[in-house]
């Protein structure tokens, strides 16, 4: 019936099927139908199946891309079409395409990605553990050069097969890495605590009191999960203390924050070389409620991306320095030729090195012991990092869930002379909420995995912690070279 129908028209030419296999094909021919004719037509397939699914995106029919790199390159991986010679009547009509070919076609240019497959199958094979484990409803992870943007991989779980993407529901294919807007929670204090220090509003040994647990201010009653009396700047970090934090917060006031978090990224699409990359919000200060200086200092009240997320860690693994990320490095002709290469871009400077290596050795005390994150910590490498653990908002009551949350860890490896910076989101995970407990050890196994793969020292043996500066001490510059910066640095 579906051919019947297909045939029962006035037109002279109609495509009864596409991209048929091979065999299919030759059965077909050996009918020798009169009327039926065949013209060779290209067809993506993706050997890796699911692996970087996410990444490469997939083609249509036609064939052109329809999400990832397939999409955002488009134009240069599918190159010109050309024209299909067939014959035809006195009144134009198509008489048959037996011997049809295709003239003109300019064939489409090959991209290299900066994604190193073996780190990519460490990331998805942690990721997809992490969130089975945990019972979540999915995840995402992300490892990139903190020095240069380059992305190295890219997860999303569950993940999908590009070979039959048809097979899944849309809300599968989405890359939520760029796609999704969620809430930092406290993995926004490293920024904090950045925009402070480099304003010299605190220092790591100053103290604060965190009032035991329990803080009112503005109606609200403002709670850490580990109460805690006077803390020093540094511990209020490691014990993630919202008190704390959002006392720091009124110190530094909501303009100086909010110019800092721009200038760290948030509130902005990063760039990156991926379709439908979403921008977070983050109001600007004038659209401020009273309690928003408070919440929005341990990362409530606002909404950024994962893409964001580790870009803006990178600058303080890196000295101090927005990169802009990407995923492609080379695009080449047919021959081989290479006809652009990409190279590591600066977007601006956000603070100075001295400021970015006190923050480091700060983080360095959240993975140990006594800090939130000790499940992340490495024998030989020190570790530099951040749990979070944001309420989710329930999209049929408009409010905080009281029972989603999304687990975070972040951080670079090794923090003294950081080679990669690496993200781990957990969604809605069931086991537990917090991110020390359910993200970070997917972190240190996609950290000693990759570091052993790229045979960096000191992995596997045992390691002193570093010592905090005072506030006075300098701290010199990182040990990598970066790009030339141009930006001026925030004021």
């Known amino acids: 019936q579906e051919l019947i129908k297909k045939l029962s028209t006035d037109k002279g030419f109609v495509w009864l099927a596409r991209q048929l296999p091979p065999e299919?094909?030759?059965?077909?021919?050996?009918?020798?139908?009169?009327?039926?004719?065949?013209?060779?037509?290209?067809?993506?397939?993706?050997?890796?199946?699911?692996?970087?699914?996410?990444i490469l995106?997939?083609?249509?029919?036609?064939?052109?891309?329809?999400?990832?790199?397939?999409?955002?390159?488009?134009?240069?991986?599918?190159?010109?079409?050309?024209?299909?010679i067939t014959e035809r009547d006195a009144l134009g009509r198509n008489m048959t395409i037996k011997q049809a070919?295709?003239?003109n076609a300019v064939p489409g240019k090959n991209v290299t990605l900066t994604?190193?497959?073996?780190?990519?199958?460490?990331?998805?094979?942690?990721?997809a553990k992490a969130v089975n484990d945990s019972k979540a409803k999915g995840g995402i992870a992300i490892v990139a050069d903190p020095y240069t943007g380059k992305i190295l991989a890219l997860a999303n779980y569950p993940a999908f097969n590009p070979n039959s993407f048809k097979n899944y529901p849309v809300a599968a294919l989405r890359n939520r890495c760029v796609a999704d807007n969620f809430e930092p929670g406290s993995t926004f204090k490293v920024f904090l605590m950045s925009a402070a220090i480099e304003e010299k509003?605190?220092?790591?040994?100053?103290?604060?009191?965190?009032?035991?647990?329990?803080?009112?201010?503005?109606g609200r009653i403002i709670r850490d999960d580990h109460p805690h009396g006077r803390a020093t700047v540094a511990e209020v970090l490691k014990y993630s203390s919202n008190i704390g934090s959002a006392k720091i917060g009124f110190k530094l006031g909501e303009e100086?924050?909010?110019?800092?978090?721009?200038?760290?990224g948030f509130g902005e699409k990063s760039s990156i070389d991926l379709p439908g990359e979403a921008s977070g919000l983050l109001r600007p200060p004038s659209k401020w409620y009273s309690i928003d200086l408070a919440t929005i200092s341990f990362g409530q009240g606002v909404s950024i991306t994962a893409i964001q997320l580790i870009n803006g860690v990178s600058a303080i693994a890196n000295g101090g320095v927005l990169m802009k990320p990407y995923l492609v490095e080379r695009i080449a002709d047919s021959t081989g030729k290479e006809l652009q290469h990409f190279e590591p871009k600066v977007v601006r400077r956000v603070i100075s090195p001295e400021t970015a290596k006190t923050v480091t050795q700060m983080m360095e005390g959240?993975?140990?012991?006594?800090?939130?994150?000790t499940k992340a910590a490495l024998d030989g490498i020190r570790v530099a990092g951040k749990t979070g653990t944001a309420q989710k908002v329930d999209p049929a009551t408009k409010a905080y869930s009281p029972t989603k949350r999304t687990a975070t860890f972040v951080g670079f490896v090794p923090a003294d002379r950081p080679v990669l910076s690496i993200l781990v989101v957990i969604d809605e995970p069931k086991t537990s909420p917090y991110g020390g407990v359910v993200a970070a050890p997917a972190f240190k196994e996609i950290a000693f995995n990759t570091l052993s793969y790229l045979k960096v020292s000191g992995v596997g043996k045992t390691t002193a912690p570093a010592a905090l500066p005072k506030a006075s001490e300098s701290q010199g510059t990182p040990s990598r070279a970066l790009p030339a910066v141009t930006a001026e640095a925030v004021n």
């Open 366 to 373: 959240v993975t140990q012991t006594g800090g939130t994150a």
């Open 24 to 54: 299919v094909t030759l059965k077909i021919k050996e009918l020798k139908i009169f009327g039926l004719g065949f013209a060779k037509e290209s067809k993506r397939f993706y050997p890796n199946f699911e692996m970087a699914a996410h």
């Open 101 to 103: 070919e295709v003239h």
């Open 57 to 84: 995106g997939f083609t249509g029919l036609d064939p052109g891309g329809l999400e990832g790199v397939e999409k955002f390159y488009n134009t240069a991986i599918q190159g010109e079409t050309g024209f299909l």
């Open 115 to 127: 994604i190193d497959k073996n780190i990519q199958y460490f990331t998805e094979k942690e990721l």
């Open 201 to 218: 509003i605190v220092g790591p040994q100053d103290t604060i009191h965190c009032e035991n647990g329990r803080y009112s201010f503005g």
């Open 256 to 264: 100086r924050l909010h110019r800092y978090l721009r200038s760290f």
